[in-house]
């Protein structure tokens, strides 16, 4: 509380004084912290660059591991590019559908449709382009 008096007690000429001598306190502070910083960062740098493998790992820069493509089972009747695996979260359309009363059965994709749309499923390139 003495301190609020005090500065009640100060002209504004004498608060303006005091408030650029803190101003360039701050910035001589800033100035060194951030120097202390950058020092700090340029020697985790230089470990880093020495330590290849840690650092690979640490970055993740591993590759991702690769899984085989899932082909779509269901289909949105309504919206026929609008398709899902099984995997993940229900699409909205399915589940909304399926709050209506429909059975998840009335969406699979036929096998015959399947095997035209996805050469992969028949085994062989060139009969999915006939």
Known sequence: MSKKSSFDAMSVDEMWRLHEEIGRILSVRLTSEKRELEKRLAQLHHEEESQPNLADKQLGTRQARKYP????????????????????KQP???????????????????????AKNNPRRNGHKWQAEK
């Open 69 to 88: 493509k899932v082909f779509p089972k269901y289909r949105n009747p309504n919206e026929p590019t609008e398709t899902w695996s099984g995997r993940g």
């Open 92 to 114: 909205r359309w399915l589940t909304t559908a399926l709050a209506m009363g429909h059975t998840i059965e009335e969406f699979v994709i036929g096998d015959a449709e399947a």
